[in-house]
């Protein structure tokens, strides 16, 4: 069975036609033949009628319905709502292929209309016919002598996709000869964003991005000032691309806040409002956004977790945890909004709130099992923690989709096991984040002290912590490390000079267990200095006061 959206009433110009020339019946009154262009219309909607009959009536035929929509747009390819429907097809029960056969045969009977043209080609390019549908635009805007941007627009990305940028470079070359294009501003635009997409795959020629930087910032300038032109729809929605690739985030801003009021109601416009704002770290503009998204009568749910998200990506994290309270409340069986707010409970360090929102969910997923673990080891229950670690990690890997297990997983559980005292385990979980990541200097400073306070593998240790510093020399956990393993492996002047380096970055607050303090006692007196030793071990004490 086909469940397609309510998409509008039918056209009543063949339902009016029918029904005038029913009432002419008998009566002696000849309407006269129709014209060919009216006889094609009625062909066209008395198709797409047949299309609608069948869902209204919940035909499970799709392929029927599916030839009454091709039949439509073979004879009325402008009607947007047909083709559409076709398309919705597609992503239900129909095959591709059929789709595109479809297509094909509506694109041969309007050889010259861009907009089936274009969407039978963008529909080659998503099935990966990328040679195919260049091939179809190009001959497409051969037979229409150039004439149209979009399908050279579309021509161009397609190209640009294959990493084919000299080819689609001589294409906009040959496109912007051509009369009918030269000014065309929807080109111009497309022009900035094809140079700043082409820089960007040149990493190493400086030079060259940024003389393509201007030369954007040149091609999209007149637009800026000339805000009737962005009156337009197609070229207010093409311009904002560019304005991100340039870092832009002022003028998008101020271009969204004088855009028409009808432009402002946009999920389009909503969007990169959300994107200015975070990226100019407003958040001021993003609390009277916030307003105004409330106050209106019918708010969406989605839009206000988008607000919410761009509250957490600048770190206000009161603010979207007082929004997915909301949508929690509203929406209490939704296991996406418990573990979200779990999350946020998680960052505030509220473990007690965290576990009361986990308690309801009788089977929590992974990613509930690993709050439901980080919040145990706030509540200082280590040893429960590694449990609960355990069913984690032994649900992810009885899927095929391993994708949660990253090293920041066994990184966490490592040092829940270290804190219950099981240091084999502790030792083992860091091996496996090391055997993923085997650069992150994180990971590598991780493993080596581990190793170095248990008085394991004290070389492989050592050279662990020297690749972490050599990533970060003036970490002061790593340099705490780097000495703690000399320290171990008696090398005691080499453990002072990496305790010295460690001591010279030291700032207040960096060691707050007191560990520090109490290596550099250790290494003090190994190495004969006893006020120093006694100053440092005094030290150590103190930060450990509660």
């Not at 198709?47 to 039949?71: E, F, T």
């Not at 998200?309 to 309270?325: G, V």
């Not at 989709?401 to 005292?421: C, M, N, P, V």
Request: aromatic share 8%; glycine share 4%; proline share 4%.
């Amino acid at each position: 069975m086909v469940h397609l959206p309510d998409i509008g009433r039918l056209s009543c110009f063949a339902a009016v036609l029918l029904a005038f020339s029913l009432s002419c019946v008998g009566k002696g009154y000849d309407p006269g033949p129709l014209s060919s262009s009216d006889q094609r219309e009625v062909r066209g909607w008395s198709s797409y009628a047949k299309a609608r009959y069948l869902i209204a009536g919940r035909s499970p035929d799709v392929n029927q319905i599916s030839d009454h929509l091709r039949d439509c747009l073979i004879a009325l390819p402008e009607s947007e709502i047909p083709l559409r429907l076709l398309l919705f097809l597609q992503q239900g029960k129909r095959d591709i292929s059929s789709l595109l056969e479809d297509l094909s045969a509506v694109a041969a009977a309007n050889p010259e209309h861009v907009r089936i043209n274009v969407v039978y080609a963008e529909c080659l390019a998503d099935t990966g016919q990328k040679d195919a549908a260049c091939r179809h635009l190009l001959d497409f805007l051969q037979r229409t002598a150039w004439s149209s941007p979009d399908p050279v627009i579309h021509l161009l990305e397609i190209k640009a996709d294959m990493g084919a940028w000299a080819e689609a470079g001589n294409l906009l070359d040959k496109a912007l000869r051509k009369k009918a294009l030269r000014g065309h501003p929807r080109l111009k635009i497309f022009q900035a964003y094809f140079l700043l997409r082409r820089a960007e795959t040149k990493k190493d020629a400086k030079q060259e991005q940024a003389s393509s930087r201007r030369k954007a910032q040149q091609l999209i300038q007149p637009f800026l000032e000339n805000s009737e032109a962005l009156q337009d729809w197609e070229l207010f929605s093409s311009i904002f691309p560019v304005l991100a690739a340039l870092d832009n985030w002022e003028q998008m801003n101020r271009l969204l806040d004088e855009a028409p009021e009808d432009f402002q109601q946009t999920t389009f416009w909503f969007k990169n409002k959300l994107l200015a704002l975070v990226k100019l770290q407003d958040v001021e503009g993003l609390n009277r956004l916030s307003r105004k998204v409330f106050a209106s009568p019918d708010v969406n749910e989605v839009i206000l977790e988008d607000i919410a998200r761009a509250y957490i990506d600048m770190k206000e994290i009161p603010q979207a945890l007082e929004i997915y309270e909301m949508l929690h409340l509203r929406n209490v069986h939704s296991l996406h909004y418990r573990l979200k707010l779990a999350w946020l409970y998680l960052l505030r360090r509220a473990a007690n709130k965290g576990m009361a929102v986990l308690a309801p969910i009788k089977e929590l997923p992974f990613q509930g099992l690993v709050l439901k673990a980080e919040f145990l080891k706030m509540q200082k229950q280590p040893a429960k923690a590694v449990e609960v670690y355990q069913q984690a990690e032994k649900m992810a890997l009885a899927y095929e989709d391993q994708r949660h297990i990253d090293s920041t997983f066994y990184i966490s559980f490592a040092l829940a096991a270290e804190k219950a005292g099981r240091m084999e385990l502790a030792i083992e979980k860091f091996r496996s984040a090391y055997q993923l990541e085997p650069e992150n200097p994180d990971i590598c400073n991780g493993l080596g002290y581990t190793l170095a306070d248990y008085n394991q593998e004290l070389q492989f240790a050592e050279q662990l912590i020297e690749k972490a510093v050599q990533a970060e020399p003036d970490n002061i956990a790593f340099l705490d490390s780097l000495a703690w393993v000399r320290f171990r492996l008696k090398k005691y002047a080499l453990a002072l000079e990496a305790m010295l380096r460690a001591l010279t970055v030291y700032q207040s607050g960096q060691d707050p267990d007191g560990i520090i303090h109490q290596h550099a006692g250790d290494i003090f007196a190994a190495n004969q200095y006893p006020v120093l030793t006694e100053l440092c071990r005094c030290k150590s004490a103190w930060e450990q006061m509660p």
